[in-house]
């Protein structure tokens, strides 16, 4: 029982926007009109398919793209592939077949998958990563990165898996294993391209206020630059005599106000002066110390929850402010890469160094007290700001006693910067970005190295693309070489200015590196010199909307930000932002589980008693043997037991991953592309139901029968549907209109599943006409063509027109038809006013009636009663006679 057919609909107008390419962005537009850039984060192409997950934000996009094609605009709406990337590597080590063959079969399926689902991409400028005439250009940007210095190559300590034979990215690397794999990974110093992201922390971190984004994708960001303000100051290392040794350690701070309740200092594990601070006594357990620490991630390190550990070093130094010897630790509670690697530690104001104190009975001071309040050992410290206390030291020259915290910090810097004990400090905890990879499937780095001094010579930019070597053996050398130096013929090369003998980089860029700029590519995809024309480029960007998962809110979105202003700054680029607004999608959980307890006699035990119970255990109940109580799941047939609901993450294990072609097979795609418009706000994250999509399924196929072939029809049909070509009524231009107006300003607003609600309100109402006027149902299948493309086009190829709707203009709602006008109606029972209705005006006989009966007071005279006549006068009144 086939709702509608949209096993024949669907191909076809596949066929029919492919072979008129109804999508496609001439080179040549119309410049004069405006434009609208919809992009989606782009695939990388999987071996397992597409996911439920990806149309979500595709049929978004498309939605857009469609409805602003119609409202005139030009639409700038591609795809593309994010096509080198380890899993195809790690295939590859398994089944032999090169990463090429592999990646190009996936896209292949990618691409008819997404075709099926009817987006109206313009194919022709479809871009894939992995092609040299791509590459070419990402190679290119690393060559400009490299004359300007944001490029350079430096011994940093990198996340070193050796089972992989790869260095992984910090966000690779989960619990000390890689993310893929669960392999062991351990620090180890490498030397290694870096981006100087660094430079361009301020211009990152300020422009984020005028982006039209998630303020939580925002504040992600912000952490991740972390700007802090503080000081740096230096503490005078002491000999055993008391002496000063001329040794200094310098810390950093933000909170130079506590400097008087500073009784210790430590500096991290690798601090470049601990060799020589430690005594004899000590060497040996802070040598034992440093090798735990080498040992773990500097997340597990900063973990608040941690016991925070240390050792001491044997050795003192001096608080420049009260003059007090404190004594110096080791502990890895503090980054060797993050400030000046050591800090001056207030236990009494900070909570790390409380515990610390605590534990190796460290002095704790107290300087700060909360304005107003009493201060005192409470068992923790006080971080929060307040009133300086115990402060003063006049032989020094400070006195911050019972300042506020901000203004005593400023008077410490101030007294620091003219005594020569410090100066003021901005921080960030943003790194630099590791560009290299010891990888084969990525873009080669576009060096070469001269044989005889080693000296880095970059190509130069008519030799680009470097293309990637074919290569047979993928398998990692365990030596961290990169798998490209056994590329022989190809790393061994000439440098192509001096003719020297040289050796290629065989590191690889990350994954991230594509991925970085393609939004520009597709603007002018197939330019071999340039990476994007500049007339092209200022009239496409920025990007106005981009939408994608949340997971991308920091690396891909900052990384992508940070090689833009580079772009910017040497004038390829007109726009210092690439993407105006940018939304996060929610993700699509499986299907909810019911289950049930039961105990060991196999008798059912409710939820609620379950954690008082012993030796319980569970069982999926089916979802027709549940049923709604309250706010919770109960058995049908036994309605005490309440069961446990739970949806989660679709997952191979789970068995419960819905496959986009199965749903397309059964319902069509534009059921599916409804369906996920309609499960819930765009943004949330919601369960997938399979009768939720029969729902939408219902709906277009009612949709379908009111149009071809509806009992109600009472003219004849014509080119195929019912349509007649009556005057419209009023009461059917206002269901129409207020559905335009709603269907318009959720489109807008990106509330999609509120825009379907009005679509399907309208289908409802339409059902009660006894005429379909065409030019109402025209207007409505424009309407719901950007949600469901496929039938929208069948249908309105019936209603006798022969070209694609995708360049109708969208309907505009009138407001003439938008007013709620209402009238109160005088209702008589038998020739008495007996009471009033609210009705709205141009309300039929039949509704007045009703309301008049669902009337409180009314139906006390209506209830049971039978009615002999009723004289209903349009907004002055209606009169019911009674019955004898
Ligand atoms: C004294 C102090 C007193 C601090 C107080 C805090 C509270 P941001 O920049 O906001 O993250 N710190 C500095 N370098 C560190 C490192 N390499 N590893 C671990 N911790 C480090 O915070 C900077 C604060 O974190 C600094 O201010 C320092 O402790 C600590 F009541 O100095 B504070």
Known sequence: KRAYPFHEIEPKWQRYW??????????????????????????????????????????????????????????LHPMGWDAFGLPAEQYAIETGTHPKITTLRNINRFRSQLKSLGFSYDWDREISTIEPEYYKWTQWI???????????????????????????????????????????VIRKPMRQWMLKITAYAD????DLDDLDWPESVKDMQRNWIGRSEGAEIEFLVLGDDGKERGEKIIVYTTRP???????????????????????????????????????????????????????????????????????????????GSYGTGAIMAVPAHDTRDYEFATRYDIPICWVVKPDGEDCGDSGIAYAGAGIILNSSNSSVGLDINGLPSKVAASKVIEWAEKTGNGKKKVNYKLRDWLFARQRYWGEPIPVVFLEDNGESIPLSERDLPLKLPELDDFTPTGTGEPPLSKAISWVKTTD??????????????????????????????????????????????????????????????????????????????STKEPFKCVINQGIILGEVQYMAYKDPDGNYVSADSADILGELYQEIIPEEKVIKSGDSFVLKDDRDIRLIARAHKMSKSRGNVVNPDDVVSEYGADSLRLYEMFMGPFRDSKTWSTSGIEGVYRFLGR??????????????????????????????????????????????GTRFNTGISAMMEFINSAYKWNKLPRSIVEEFVLLLSPYAPHIAEELWFRLGHS???????????????????????????????????????????????????????????LDGKSIRKRIFIPGKILNVILGP
Request: hydrophobic share 35%.
């Open 18 to 75: 492919d072979d008129n390419y109804t999508f496609r962005t001439p080179d040549e537009i119309d410049t004069s009109k405006p434009k609208f850039y919809v992009l989606d984060m782009f695939p990388y192409p999987s071996g397992s398919g597409l996911h439920v997950g990806h149309p979500l934000g595709y049929t978004a996009t498309d939605i857009l793209a469609r409805f602003r094609r119609m409202q005139g605009y030009n639409v």
């Open 142 to 184: 690393f060559l400009q990165l490299l004359k300007r210095g944001l490029a350079y190559q430096a011994e940093v300590p990198v996340n070193w898996c050796p089972a992989l034979g790869t260095v992984l990215a910090n966000e690779e690397v989960v619990d000390g294993v890689s993310e893929r794999g669960g392999h062991p």
């Open 203 to 206: 211009h990152l971190l300020e």
């Open 257 to 335: 106000d506590t400097i008087f309740g500073a009784t210790y200092l430590v500096v991290a594990p690798e601090h470049s002066l601990l060799s020589s601070l430690v005594s004899l006594a000590q060497s040996r357990s802070v040598e034992e110390y440093r090798d735990i620490a080498s040992r773990k991630s500097e997340l597990e390190r900063t973990e608040l929850q941690k016991e925070k550990t240390g050792v001491f070093s044997g050795c003192y130094a001096r608080n420049p402010a009260n003059g007090k010897a404190i004594p110096i630790w080791i502990a890895d509670y503090v980054l």
């Open 496 to 573: 192509p200015s001096s003719g020297k003998p040289a050796r290629r980089e065989t590191s690889t860029m990350p994954q991230w590196a594509g991925s970085c700029w393609y939004y520009l590519r597709y603007m002018d995809p197939k330019n071999s010199e340039q990476l994007v024309d500049k007339t092209k480029e200022m009239y496409w960007s920025p990007v106005d909307v981009y939408i994608g998962g949340a997971e991308h809110a920091v690396l891909h979105l900052l990384y992508s930000r940070f090689w833009h202003k580079v772009l910017y700054d040497i004038g390829v680029v």
């Open 703 to 748: 949709t379908w029968r009111l149009i071809v072939g509806s009992p109600l029809a009472n003219g004849a049909f014509k080119d195929g549907t019912v349509a007649s070509d009556d005057e419209p009524t009023y009461e059917q231009l206002r269901s129409l209109h207020k559905c335009i107006a709603k269907v318009t300003e959720e489109i807008e």
């Open 803 to 861: 070209n694609s709707l995708a360049y109708e203009p969208f309907p505009e709602a009138n407001p003439a038809y938008l007013k709620d006008t209402f009238v109160i109606l005088p209702v008589q029972i038998n020739g008495k006013t007996r009471g009033t209705i609210q009705v709205e005006e141009g309300c039929s006989e039949e509704d007045a009636f009703r309301l008049a009966s669902e009337d409180e007071k009314l139906s006390r005279y």
